[in-house]
C-alpha cells in the first residue's frame, strides 16, 4: 500500500513565510505530491501529528479539511479495481478536470499497444494523432488549397524519412508525448462537429475512416474517466450529443465466372505476379482468410490435411479442412520447403522470426506489393471490379450468398457476433429484393 503523509513543502516557502501543504504519496520508491491549496508558518505545524496547532487561527476547520482528504485518497486506493499508482492517486485528488492532455492519454495508449506487439494498431493510431495536430493548428486565413499541400508534404516526409531509416514511427509517440496543446476540456460537440468537417474537406476521408477516427477518440476519453483525468459530465458522445454511427459501403465481390478467369490464368512459374496469383486464390479457397494471414503462414500449421491457425486480428483458433484446390497451390512450394525459413510463401524468408515489428513490416510491404500486382491480374483477366487483397472475403460471400446457414458462416469469417455475420452477408443476398422488385415492374 502507498505511505501517505500530509507534509510542509520547505522548500517552496512564500515570501511571507509560509509554507505550503502538500499530501506526500510515495511507493516503491516513487512519489508524488498533491497541493493541498493551504499554507501555515512552520511554528504552527505539528510535523509528528502531521496537523496544524492550537496556535492557527483555523486549527479546526483546517484540520478537518486535511482529514477529509486523507479519508479521500484512502477510499481511492481500496475502491480501486486494480493496483493504482501514485501517478493515478495524484490525477484522481487533483480532480476530473481535463487538465491532463489528450495526446499524453493517447501515446500510453498507443505505447501500449506497440509493446504488446499489435503494431498495426499501433500505426493507424498515431496517425489519427497527426490528423488532430493538424486540425488544431490549421488557419482558416490562408488558402485552403496551400493548407491541403502543406500536410501533404509533411505526410510524405515522415514516409520518406521512414524509408531512409531517418525516422521511426515510434519517435512520433516520442513527439506528441510532449505535446499539450489539447485538453480533454476542449474536445467537445463543437470539437468533434469541426473536426469531422476537417477530415472530409482537407484530408479527404471517407466516412468509415472518420469513423474510426472518432471510436479511437471515445477510447481514449473512456480512459480518461475511468482514470480520473476527465469528469463524465463532460463526455461528447453521451445521450444525444455526438453519436457514431458506423457505416458500411458497398461490398462487391467477384463471381464465380471471373474467379474462374483467375484460376485459369497461367502467368511465368516464381514471378511476384504468380506468387500473388497464389496467395489471392488460397485466401478465397478458406473463406476469405486475411492476406497478412496467409502470408505468415508455416508448414507447422498444416496437419493431418487440416490448416490450423490463429488470426492475428482477434487471436481465434481455427481449423479447417484443406481444399483439393488449396492443396495443389500447397504442392508448388513443396519443393522450396527447406528455402522459406519455415514459411509456406516466400516473402518472410529472410526476416528474423524473434523480430514481431520486422515481420510486421515486411508483411505491410508485401500486402502493398501483392495489391499493386492483383490490378494487374484484374486487367489480365478482364476483370472491371476493384481486384485487391480484401475483396477475397468479399468474394467468398458473394458466392456464398444465403447458400451457407450464417452460424457456419460466423465460424468461417472468425465472427465474435452472429449479427456481425449477417450484416457483412446482407452485402450479397439480393435474391429476395430482386424478386420484390420484379413482382411489382413485371406487372
Known amino acids: ?10 522548500n517552496m516557502k512564500k515570501k511571507d513565510g509560509r509554507i505550503p501543504l502538500a499530501l506526500r504519496i510515495s511507493e516503491n520508491y516513487k512519489t508524488n505530491y498533491v497541493w493541498l491549496g493551504h499554507s501555515v508558518f512552520e511554528k504552527d505545524w505539528d510535523n509528528v501529528a502531521c496537523k496544524v496547532k492550537k496556535t492557527h487561527p483555523n486549527f479546526k476547520q483546517l484540520n478537518n479539511f486535511l482529514m477529509k482528504r486523507m479519508i479521500e485518497v484512502n477510499d481511492i486506493y481500496f475502491n480501486a479495481e486494480k493496483k493504482i499508482t501514485p501517478r493515478q492517486i495524484k490525477q484522481k485528488l487533483k480532480g476530473p478536470d481535463g487538465s491532463k492532455s489528450f495526446f499524453t492519454v493517447a501515446t500510453e495508449h498507443i505505447q501500449s499497444k506497440y509493446d504488446t506487439g499489435v503494431f498495426s494498431v499501433a500505426k493507424a493510431q498515431l496517425s489519427i494523432l497527426y490528423n488532430i495536430e493538424e486540425f488544431i493548428q490549421l488557419k ?29 514511427w515510434m519517435d512520433g509517440v516520442a513527439y506528441f508525448k510532449k505535446n499539450d496543446n489539447l485538453r480533454f476540456r476542449d474536445i467537445d460537440e463543437s470539437f468533434i462537429r469541426k473536426y469531422k468537417t476537417f477530415c472530409s474537406s482537407y484530408l479527404n476521408h471517407k466516412p468509415r475512416t472518420i469513423t474510426n477516427q472518432l471510436i479511437f477518440i471515445r477510447t481514449l476519453y473512456n480512459i480518461a474517466i475511468k482514470e480520473g ?53 488460397f485466401s478465397f479457397y478458406f473463406a476469405g482468410m486475411r492476406i497478412s494471414d496467409v502470408i505468415k503462414l508455416k508448414w507447422s500449421d498444416f496437419k493431418d490435411k487440416r490448416l490450423y491457425y490463429v488470426m492475428e486480428k482477434n487471436g481465434k483458433p481455427l481449423s479447417l479442412k484443406i481444399p483439393d484446390k488449396a492443396r495443389i497451390i500447397i504442392d508448388y512450394y513443396r519443393p522450396d520447403k527447406k528455402f522459406n525459413n519455415g514459411y509456406l510463401f516466400p516473402f518472410l524468408r529472410e526476416v528474423d522470426q524473434t523480430q514481431a515489428e520486422q515481420i510486421y513490416t515486411r508483411t505491410k510491404s508485401t500486402t502493398k506489393l501483392l495489391n499493386k500486382y492483383l490490378k494487374r491480374i484484374a486487367k489480365l483477366c478482364g476483370i472491371d471490379k476493384t481486384l485487391s487483397n480484401h475483396i477475397a472475403r468479399h468474394s467468398f460471400g458473394n458466392i456464398a450468398g444465403d447458400r451457407i446457414h450464417p452460424l457456419m458462416l460466423q465460424k468461417l469469417y472468425r465472427h465474435s457476433d452472429l449479427k456481425t455475420t449477417l450484416n457483412y452477408q446482407a452485402n450479397f443476398i439480393h435474391r429476395d429484393a430482386d424478386e420484390a422488385l420484379d413482382s411489382v415492374i413485371n406487372f
Open 229 to 281: 483525468v476527465i469528469a463524465q459530465k463532460y463526455y461528447p458522445f453521451a445521450g444525444e450529443k455526438e453519436k457514431i454511427r458506423i457505416s458500411s459501403g458497398n461490398k462487391i465481390g467477384l463471381n464465380v465466372e471471373e474467379i474462374e478467369k483467375i484460376e485459369s490464368l497461367e502467368l511465368e512459374k516464381y514471378s511476384t505476379i504468380w506468387h500473388t496469383h497464389n496467395i489471392w486464390l
Open 140 to 168: 482558416n486565413s490562408r488558402s485552403k488549397a496551400k493548407i491541403i499541400q502543406e500536410i501533404k508534404q509533411r505526410r510524405l516526409k515522415r514516409v520518406s524519412e521512414a524509408r531512409r531509416s531517418k525516422y521511426h
Open 1 to 10: 500500500m502507498a505511505n501517505l503523509k500530509i507534509v510542509l513543502r520547505k
